[in-house]
């Protein structure tokens, strides 16, 4: 969530950063709404001075002779009381302007960090480096992983669509193994970087998605419990940040470091007509989340370092892959700065998402409430947040299954996956 008193101070300098994002975001109605709540913080404040100055004169005048009963007394008496009167009516009132303030607060996306790239669409997103030889092998000959998994008889959609629907998968024998491997592989290789393991809640309460931002924005995207106050997480990095919510740390106690696996759910609103077939886009998928909360003077680094320990995932794989800076107008709803990795999947000759690792800075800690105190201190300060992915466990087979395919048919495993599969080939 953006800082109202930042907005008040600079809404010139906030509307061009929002500009950047493309869209229609118009900062004056929100600036109309805050000049009414002060106006009406200063006529509380003028009410209570005065109701207190009234309470203060009618005991120094009946400690000073006056008649308690007395025309005077019951003057002030009357006075006060009428003004206990306004400061109740004021209560509603101030109350639905705060309520109409945070509203139109919590759908404004993050700033960009001025070191994002400018640009309007994804065509203006940046590569930083590639790493991996991509073009090894060209096309031909190469089944797409969805085509090669129902050969090897590892995963089924026909028949998950008949126990769900479409866009869900069962993963069957090496299938399953190979899943259950790349995410224990994972887990392993952040928990040696520093991390630590959790496993939380899959079913989350609408705090927590407003919290990390998908609430109110996506609400069509996530899937809703009918009965409960609980929706099934988009992603591990909602109940993982949410874990500290409406908290006070220490500053000894940053930075927090946590992974996490977790199947993860979404509606893919919008999205019908994209990657139909195979593993890409699914309805429920496992991930390997990394989030962080941090110092904000040593964000920008901790930024690099989760870029740096997702993409030890795909090196370890020998997985070929680029890194891409995400334009102000192709950035998440929360991020303020954002590096994609994207895997090759040589079937279709092209670079495919599988980490999204973002710089919230303190855009989703002011939501959450997140917040901490340097020792010595009594003021306090909002954290900031990072997240990433370590990856997308589905997008990570998908690219395995194309990129270790073997003249013979069958699929190669790689070298750091055989000690948990015990095989070397599916």
Same mark, same amino acid.
């Given at each position: 969530?953006?800082? $109202?008193?930042?907005?008040?101070?600079?809404?010139?300098?906030?509307?061009? !950063?929002?500009?950047?994002? *493309? %869209?229609?975001?118009?900062?004056?109605?929100?600036?109309?709404?805050?000049?009414?709540?002060?106006?009406?913080?200063?006529?509380?404040?003028?009410?209570?001075?005065?109701?207190?100055?009234?309470?203060?004169?009618? *005991?120094?005048?009946?400690?000073?002779?006056?008649?308690?009963?007395?025309?005077?007394?019951?003057?002030?008496?009357?006075?006060? #009381?009428?003004?206990?009167?306004?400061?109740?009516?004021?209560?509603?009132?101030?109350?639905?302007?705060?309520?109409?303030?945070?509203?139109?607060?919590?759908?404004?996306?993050?700033?960009?960090?001025?070191?994002?790239?400018? *640009? !309007?669409?994804? /065509?203006?997103?940046?590569?930083?480096?590639?790493?991996?030889?991509?073009?090894?092998?060209?096309?031909?000959?190469?089944?797409?992983?969805?085509?090669?998994?129902?050969?090897?008889?590892?995963?089924?959609?026909?028949?998950?669509?008949?126990?769900?629907?479409?866009?869900?998968?069962?993963?069957?024998?090496?299938?399953?193994?190979?899943?259950?491997?790349?995410?224990?592989?994972?887990?392993?290789?952040?928990?040696?970087?520093?991390?630590?393991?959790?496993?939380?809640?899959?079913?989350?309460?609408?705090?927590?998605?407003?919290? /990390?931002?998908?609430?109110?924005?996506?609400?069509?995207?996530?899937? !809703?419990?009918?009965?409960?106050?609980?929706?099934?997480?988009?992603?591990?990095?909602?109940?993982?940040?949410?874990?500290?919510?409406?908290?006070?740390?220490?500053?000894?106690?940053?930075?927090?470091?946590?992974?996490?696996?977790?199947?993860?759910?979404?509606?893919?609103? %919008?999205?019908?007509?994209?990657?139909?077939?195979?593993?890409?886009?699914?309805?429920?998928?496992?991930?390997?989340?990394? $989030? !962080?909360?941090?110092?904000?003077?040593?964000?920008?680094?901790?930024?690099?370092?989760?870029?740096?320990?997702?993409?030890?995932?795909?090196? &370890?794989?020998?997985?070929?892959?680029?890194?891409?800076?995400?334009?102000? %107008?192709?950035?998440?709803? *929360?991020?303020?700065?954002?590096?994609?990795?994207?895997?090759?999947?040589?079937? &279709?000759?092209?670079?495919?998402?599988?980490?999204?690792?973002? #710089?919230?800075?303190?855009?989703?800690?002011?939501?959450?409430?997140?917040? =901490?105190?340097?020792?010595? /201190?009594?003021?306090?300060?909002?954290?900031?947040?990072?997240?990433?992915?370590?990856?997308?466990?589905?997008?990570?087979?998908?690219?395995?299954?194309?990129? =270790?395919?073997?003249?013979?048919?069958?699929?190669?495993?790689?070298?750091?996956?055989?000690?948990?599969?015990?095989?070397?080939?599916?």
């Amino acid at each position: 969530m953006l800082d $109202i008193k930042q907005i008040r101070a600079n809404p010139v300098a906030v509307q061009e !950063k929002l500009s950047l994002r *493309g %869209g229609d975001y118009d900062l004056q109605p929100l600036l109309r709404l805050d000049q009414r709540q002060r106006d009406l913080e200063t006529r509380r404040s003028q009410l209570q001075s005065r109701s207190n100055t009234i309470g203060k004169a009618v *005991g120094q005048k009946i400690k000073s002779g006056s008649d308690p009963q007395g025309p005077e007394i019951a003057a002030l008496r009357t006075e006060g #009381n009428d003004l206990k009167t306004q400061l109740a009516e004021l209560d509603p009132e101030e109350k639905a302007l705060k309520l109409e303030i945070q509203n139109i607060l919590l759908t404004l996306p993050n700033l960009p960090s001025d070191t994002t790239p400018q *640009g !309007k669409t994804e /065509t203006e997103n940046v590569e930083i480096h590639r790493w991996g030889d991509a073009h090894k092998r060209g096309p031909e000959g190469i089944l797409p992983h969805w085509e090669m998994g129902e050969k090897l008889g590892i995963f089924n959609f026909e028949r998950s669509a008949k126990v769900a629907q479409s866009r869900f998968v069962t993963l069957l024998g090496a299938g399953a193994a190979l899943e259950r491997a790349l995410i224990s592989f994972m887990l392993d290789q952040q928990i040696a970087a520093g991390y630590i393991e959790a496993l939380p809640p899959i079913l989350v309460n609408s705090d927590s998605l407003t919290a /990390t931002g998908q609430l109110p924005k996506f609400a069509e995207e996530s899937f !809703k419990c009918a009965d409960d106050d609980l929706w099934l997480t988009p992603t591990a990095e909602v109940p993982l940040v949410n874990l500290y919510r409406d908290e006070i740390l220490e500053s000894d106690a940053l930075p927090i470091y946590h992974c996490a696996y977790t199947p993860c759910f979404r509606r893919e609103a %919008g999205s019908y007509g994209r990657d139909t077939r195979g593993l890409i886009r699914l309805h429920q998928f496992n991930k390997v989340e990394l $989030i !962080k909360i941090v110092n904000p003077e040593t964000s920008e680094a901790e930024h690099e370092t989760l870029r740096q320990n997702a993409e030890a995932i795909l090196q &370890a794989l020998e997985l070929p892959y680029r890194v891409i800076e995400l334009c102000t %107008g192709d950035l998440g709803f *929360g991020a303020a700065k954002c590096y994609d990795l994207e895997v090759w999947l040589p079937s &279709a000759e092209t670079y495919r998402e599988i980490s999204s690792c973002s #710089n919230c800075y303190d855009f989703q800690a002011r939501r959450a409430n997140i917040r =901490y105190r340097e020792a010595g /201190t009594k003021g306090t300060q909002f954290a900031h947040t990072l997240n990433g992915s370590g990856l997308a466990v589905g997008r990570t087979m998908a690219a395995i299954l194309e990129n =270790y395919q073997a003249a013979n048919g069958a699929v190669k495993i790689p070298t750091v996956l055989q000690p948990y599969l015990r095989r070397e080939v599916l």
